[in-house]
């Protein structure tokens, strides 16, 4: 066994000049599951404007900073032992790309709603649902899903814990019992907890068959917690890259989003981003940069935010650049294989510059009004098509979906799958095909 087997026996053909990394990425960009990402919410919701990000555009953001780590990683640390089992370019980007693959319409409300109706069906999770797809719903082979190599698998199996394990009763999906007239999903007791899939365990037993026993059973550990989902601790090596530049671009690139539509207030920018949490930046922008540190380094940050747009996108540049050239290595002494020995982290300033970065688009943009009245509103139209198409699901399915209940899969996990690929605009069509007074035509597809 090693780390770039493949699930189903494929060889490349005699004059394929690429690697088995460049065969996983080509698989990636060529899947149907990829495509959809750009008719996927990432923040703000789809609609008349082409400027802010959506999931499609986030992961190729992502997997372009997650390069830009291991090439640093590599530059900076030339004699760390990690260095050799740091990923390539083609396997880091491949994981970048499938990183949210499974994240269904509506973002993570989408995600809160598929998780409280499949409550009594083994529940959902967006991570989960991303290993779910490439282990077993692409086409790309018979029984095993895109067929990538155990190595991308590990990358993108970011929390290696199952669904049953994970969960805590207590926790349990449910109505709210607040509103009196209408049924209201918990949004809160909804939410998944942070884990793989139960009907991808065989896959998960296969991607960490090379670890030995000691290894597995320590990186598979939860972290109990009351009045919570129980956590996962450990990452691989590759994912924890991945795990940063996601971080990154949350962070920064969303907020630029955020900046540019006005979605953030200076007020409130100076107020969770405040000068000592910008310190590290701060210092680097001094350094590199000592003609325009004439007056106060943070007033003129701050300015250059919220001034004009080609100023803004320098600064984003620069802010990536810092948080990229800080990253470091840390090791987990417990583990002897390399690939979940050693995990990227990024030093402590910077670290705490992109926490408070992340929390000002956490409270200003996540947390507004106007953000989850679309997320509340996306969350009651996935639940609605769930419902209806679980209803009768023999006459209100498409064919395909039919077939594989007929085949002997369970209808509720063919119906998750079904909702969790579509993009916001096919759901939209779906609820409008089901609910809206209109006759509508039998030749309107969703």
């Known amino acids: 066994m090693n780390w770039y087997e493949r699930q189903e026996n494929w060889q490349a053909q005699s004059e394929d000049a690429r690697n088995e990394a460049d065969v996983d990425y080509a698989r990636v960009i060529h899947s149907a599951s990829f495509r959809r990402l750009q008719g996927k919410t990432q923040i703000l919701n789809l609609g008349d404007s082409d400027f802010y990000r959506t999931r499609l555009t986030h992961s190729l953001e992502v997997a372009q900073i997650a390069g ?181 671009g949350f962070g920064v690139h969303d907020l630029e989003d955020a900046l540019a539509l006005r979605l953030i207030g200076e007020e409130a920018f100076r107020r969770l981003v405040p000068e000592e949490e910008c310190a590290s930046f701060l210092v680097h922008l001094k350094r590199k940069y000592p003609g325009e540190s004439e007056n106060n380094v943070y007033e003129r940050l701050v300015g250059t935010l919220f001034g004009e747009g080609g100023g803004r996108k320098r600064c984003i540049g620069r802010m990536v650049h810092h948080l990229i050239t800080h990253c470091r290595i840390d090791t987990r002494e417990e583990f002897e294989e390399p690939l979940v020995r050693y995990r990227a982290g990024m030093q402590e300033g910077p670290a705490r510059f992109l926490g408070a970065l992340r929390n000002a688009v956490y409270q200003e943009v996540i947390r507004s009004a106007g953000v989850q009245q679309l997320e509340f509103k996306g969350q009651k139209m996935v639940v609605s098509v769930f419902e209806a198409l679980a209803s009768e699901p023999e006459t209100l399915l498409p064919a395909e979906q039919w077939a594989l209940v007929r085949a002997g899969e369970e209808a509720p996990r063919v119906i998750c799958d079904y909702i969790a690929g579509m993009t916001d605009g096919a759901l939209l069509k779906a609820y409008d095909r089901l609910f809206s007074p209109r006759m509508g035509l039998i030749f309107d597809q969703f």
């Open 68 to 248: 830009g780590i291991a090439r640093q990683l590599r530059q900076d640390f030339p004699d760390h032992p990690a260095i050799p089992h740091l990923p390539d370019h083609s396997l880091i980007q491949a994981i970048g790309f499938t990183h949210d693959l499974g994240h269904p319409p509506f973002g993570h409300g989408g995600e809160v709603a598929l998780n409280y109706c499949m409550r009594q069906a083994g529940g959902f999770e967006g991570n989960g649902q991303t290993l779910r797809i490439l282990a077993r719903l692409e086409k790309f082979s018979a029984g095993a899903g895109a067929n990538l190599m155990r190595r991308t698998l590990l990358g993108v199996l970011k929390y290696p814990v199952p669904y049953a394990q994970a969960c805590n009763p207590a926790c349990a999906p449910r109505l709210s019992g607040r509103p009196s007239s209408i049924r209201i999903i918990d949004r809160a007791a909804s939410k998944p907890p942070k884990c793989y899939l139960d009907t991808e365990r065989q896959a998960v037993q296969w991607i960490l068959a090379p670890l030995s026993s000691a290894d597995r059973e320590a990186f598979t550990a939860i972290e109990p917690q009351v009045g919570r989902h129980h956590r996962a601790i450990h990452k691989s090596f590759d994912c924890s890259i991945m795990d940063v530049a996601d971080d990154i």
